[in-house]
């Protein structure tokens, strides 16, 4: 009984951290977060009841598998979202299990999150990148297509495998690992700048304008505007 507790403290403590620590921060996805805590301790809870009773762990294991590959297929996932996925699997099915010793699943868990926290580390080849690109061109030349894609995303391209190339349509699919180019953001120049500044002052001077400018100051522009009208009748 002491190692269940202390492996259910464990499993806790640890998908917390992977999910609203490492995970949730860096992919921003509450639904998959919700979803990996629900998996976690609802595999952890099948596995302690199935590892009291008579039934078999395999059957167990096989209900495992099904409910993974119905999950997985119902969203379209990335690489990383699906090792987290996993993750929490394991996490749950290995405190469920809840073997001893009973410093056994607490150091294994650990030991999982922070391999996870190190592999996905934002500064782990952070400019890399990845991207299925279609090109309204049939590029049969690979250094033409990596010139093109260079041009088009505005970093090195470190690999290109072309998916379709459609001759008769015009047309190029290709999977891109490149590496994205460094924004800097852009300043104005010096004698743009000095213009911006300086235009406030090279408005034109309306009288309307000054202070105190009212009915009184409106009616010599109106009578002079009058006196200009009949001239030009005249």
């Not at 917390?16 to 921060?25: G, I, K, N, R, S």
């Amino acid at each position: 009984m002491f190692n269940l507790w202390i492996a259910l403290a464990a499993n806790m403590a640890c998908i917390a951290t992977l999910v609203y620590a490492v995970y949730f921060p860096r992919y921003q996805r509450r639904d998959l977060a919700i979803a990996y805590v629900c998996l976690n301790v609802g595999i952890m809870l099948v596995t302690m009841l199935l590892s009291g009773s008579g039934a078999g762990m395999g059957l167990g294991l096989g209900l495992f598998g099904v409910l993974s590959i119905i999950r997985l297929r119902s969203d379209t996932l990335t690489q990383g979202e699906i090792g987290y996925y996993f993750a929490a699997l394991v996490l749950g099915l290995m405190n469920g299990l809840h073997p001893d010793p009973a410093w056994l699943s607490p150091v294994l868990s650990a030991s999982l999150v922070a391999v996870l926290f190190v592999a996905d580390h934002p500064r782990i080849a952070p400019r890399t990148r990845r991207q299925t690109i279609t090109l309204d061109r049939a590029y049969a030349n690979e250094g033409e297509l990596c010139v093109a894609l260079e041009s088009l995303l505005g970093g090195p391209v470190m690999r290109v495998e072309v998916m379709e190339l459609d001759v008769v349509r015009d047309l190029t699919i290709a999977d891109v690992r490149y590496k994205a180019a460094i924004e800097v953001p852009a300043a104005p120049c010096s004698h743009e700048a000095a213009h911006l500044l300086a235009a406030p002052a090279a408005l034109p001077h309306h009288p309307s304008a000054e202070p105190g400018f009212g009915q009184a100051g409106l009616q010599p522009v109106l009578a002079q505007a009058a006196r200009g009208q009949a001239g030009a009748r005249s």
